[in-house]
């Protein structure tokens, strides 16, 4: 690796066009040295082609718009909750939830279970609501600090800027639940004086010596939705804050089909990637639940996690190459090789970075051929235990299929709850469905889990994993049951996230958090994070039964992920937000005395770097400080996420 210092940025884009033939050689290395700018790829812009399905839905068609949402998100994006802003879960006049819109493959139904379940479960009360409050006007948020040199400077490049309120409070939060509630309850706090929209790698180098020269603080952007208030401004910072929206930088540079590489800009959002991958034929494979609004450069800025990983792996192991501009210059691996050895990897600080080095600008990432078979299947447990003992085998035996996710009872019943209102006949098979599972195999509902499959290769390949997978299951009482439950499983995924906002019209709260731990403390961990839950909302007096459930996710050698989710009732508590989060963080409290990660793939932010202390011994935190002190003396890059740094 290697860092360019700005002063040798032009004397180096000069030697890179000698044509001399005494100095071909040197000029060819100075090109692979430059980042693989050019060479014998394929460009992907302007190319046409036939359209292959991809196994995530794109819920931004193409006749519609050019890019998942337009530089104005707010036209197309909601506020205060995920995702667009024509899409998501209400009740009905006779309190019957539907998913409205058209962009999801369980939009413009009925489902008629949803209500009476959560009544059951969690006390629900369709007449006791808290719906948020209205977008805030011009005058109800803080003025942005005024930065005019530093705006001049950068307008000479014709870069887009703004400091139009809406942006700026757009670009201020990410998707916690702290976030969210004080935006629907209009508590604005501290918010970003600035949004800049940069078009290329070059505009982000000029970005950033502008603002060491003036001395103001950059926070990175792409697609907003961290769940780590990593994008949450610094209170105390009297800096002109800048959001550096990414998005603009969205396009694949070139694909080598050669090696199956391809060379993005960081900014690109995840459906649009797999958009324009698919018209020549690739894939990248990796779909994170926040697939459709998330960027590439923020997968990379959190290593981020795939649903099909057991596949397509980790985003460190797509990434060949990373970009990254720092107060001090370009950081990049002066190589395209799959693998190196030529001391620690630097490429690594750049990965997990959370925006406090630098601004990552462009990847190299690998690619594959769309793959000839997609299939889904599913399979139903007695008891979790059984379907964790299942994956474990799985794992032992390294036959995972692309995705393979165990949830537990409660994710379960709201896998059940979820199916749209159907014909007569579609009702009656499910009854005869069942009725076999309970009287004839004897499972008991309210104890059963059930297991989500996606398989993915040549007919062949997928068929013999089908097998093996079904085999092994049958050992622990597992019972295949069909596709169409798998892929129903599957694709809900990216529609679950917008029920929360439904819970907070109704007075709730509710969060995701997930760590890793070895195979033999999944299901203590497991039991024991529930029993602290429930503990502490009974002790916080809580009136009705809280969520908390968890699923087994991404699976490895040495242990697993668990992803859970916690809700519970907040109407008649005096500070919801803090018992919250003292339940929250409890909770983690009790995954790290079980062995657990601090976090598998959602990142550190703010809210959990009070722990950094108990992941890291004292010489590691010094090590990443020094890092951090090194390419950003001035604490440009002052989001304040990972490590309990003080800005300047």
């Known amino acids: ?48 082609g036939k359209d292959v399905g991809s196994s995530a839905p794109m819920s931004s068609s193409k006749t519609e718009v050019q890019r998942a949402f337009p530089r104005n998100r707010l036209a197309v994006m909601k506020w205060n909750g995920w995702g667009y802003k024509d899409s998501g879960f209400m009740l009905d006049d006779k309190h019957v939830a539907k998913f409205i819109g058209k962009r999801y493959p369980m939009a413009g139904q009925n489902y008629p279970q949803v209500v009476p379940w959560f009544e059951k479960n969690l006390g ?72 800049i929209w940069p078009s290329c790698h070059g505009d982000v180098e000029k970005i950033v ?13 792409g697609g907003g939705t961290n769940v780590s208030g990593a994008l949450i401004c610094p209170q105390h910072e009297k800096r002109p804050i800048i959001s550096l929206d990414m998005t603009e930088m969205e396009k694949i540079l070139w694909i080598d089909e050669d090696n199956l590489t ?55 192991d797509l990434v060949v190459l990373v970009r990254m501009v ?26 997990g970075s959370e925006g406090i080095l630098g601004v990552i600008t462009e990847v190299t990432i690998r690619i594959r051929p769309i793959p000839e078979v997609r299939r889904y299947g599913s399979i139903p447990f007695p008891l979790f235990e059984d379907g964790v003992k299942f994956m474990r085998e799985v794992a032992r035996q390294r036959c995972a299929p692309a995705s393979i996710r165990l949830m537990d009872n409660w994710q379960f019943q709201m896998g059940v709850i979820m199916k749209p209102e159907g014909s007569y006949f579609t009702s009656l098979i499910d009854s ?48 295949a049951a069909g596709e169409e439950n798998g892929r129903r499983g599957y694709l809900l995924t990216f529609s679950i996230a917008y029920i929360r906002d439904l819970a907070f019209d109704y007075g709730y709260l509710a969060e995701s958090f997930e760590t890793s731990v070895p195979w033999n403390r999944v299901m203590e961990t497991c039991n ?17 039964k809280p969520m908390v459930s968890c699923r087994v996710t991404q699976t490895y050698d040495a242990g697993a992920c668990i992803y859970y989710y916690l809700a519970f009732n907040f109407l008649g508590l005096s500070n919801p937000m803090k018992i919250f989060e003292e339940i929250e963080d409890s909770a983690r409290d009790e995954i790290l005395a079980n062995g657990g990660s601090l976090s598998h793939h959602h990142g550190v932010g703010k809210i959990r770097k009070q722990w950094i202390k108990d992941s890291l011994s004292p010489t590691g935190i010094e090590v990443l400080q020094a890092v951090k002190q090194k390419l950003d003396p001035q604490n440009i890059f002052g989001a304040n996420n990972i490590l309990p740094l003080s800005g300047k």
């Open 432 to 479: 005869i469905k069942k009725l076999y599972i309970t009287k004839f195999k004897g499972f008991d509902l309210e104890k059963m889990c059930a297991c989500t499959l996606m398989f993915e290769g040549t007919a062949e390949e997928v068929s013999t994993q089908e097998r093996r997978i079904y085999d092994i299951a049958a050992r622990f009482g597992g019972i």
């Open 326 to 351: 720092s107060p001090q210059g370009t950081v990049e691996k002066n190589c395209l090789g799959p693998r190196n050895s030529m001391g620690p990897d630097l490429q690594h600080l750049m990965l």
């Open 262 to 316: 391809a060379h993005v800009e960081a900014g690109i959002i995840g459906q649009d990637l797999e958009r324009k991958l698919e018209k020549k034929g690739y894939t990248s494979g990796h779909e994170p639940d926040s697939q459709e609004f998330s960027s590439l450069g923020g997968w990379v800025a959190t290593r981020s996690s795939g649903m099909k990983k057991n596949v397509y792996g980790n985003i460190e």
């Open 124 to 195: 629900f009360d369709p007449t006791q609501t808290s719906f948020s409050q209205p977008h805030p006007s011009e005058k109800d948020l803080p003025a942005p600090i005024p930065c005019p040199k530093f705006i001049d400077d950068i307008r000479t490049y014709c870069i887009a800027v703004t400091d139009e309120a809406s942006d700026r409070l757009f670009h201020s939060h990410g998707h916690t639940c702290r976030e969210l509630f004080s935006l629907r309850m209009g508590k604005y706090g501290r918010i970003v004086d600035l949004v």
């Open 1 to 48: 690796s290697f860092l360019t210092p700005y002063d040798d940025i032009t004397s180096q884009e000069s030697e890179m066009d000698t044509s001399s033939s005494d100095s071909q050689s040197a000029a060819k290395r100075l090109q692979i040295l430059q980042g693989h700018l050019k060479g014998p790829k394929v460009q992907l812009e302007g190319c046409s």
């Open 209 to 221: 010596l502008a603002a060491v020269k003036h001395n103001v603080c950059i926070i990175p952007f």
């Open 528 to 544: 024991n994070v529930k029993d602290k839950v429930y503990f502490l909302c009974e002790k916080y007096g809580i009136r009705n």
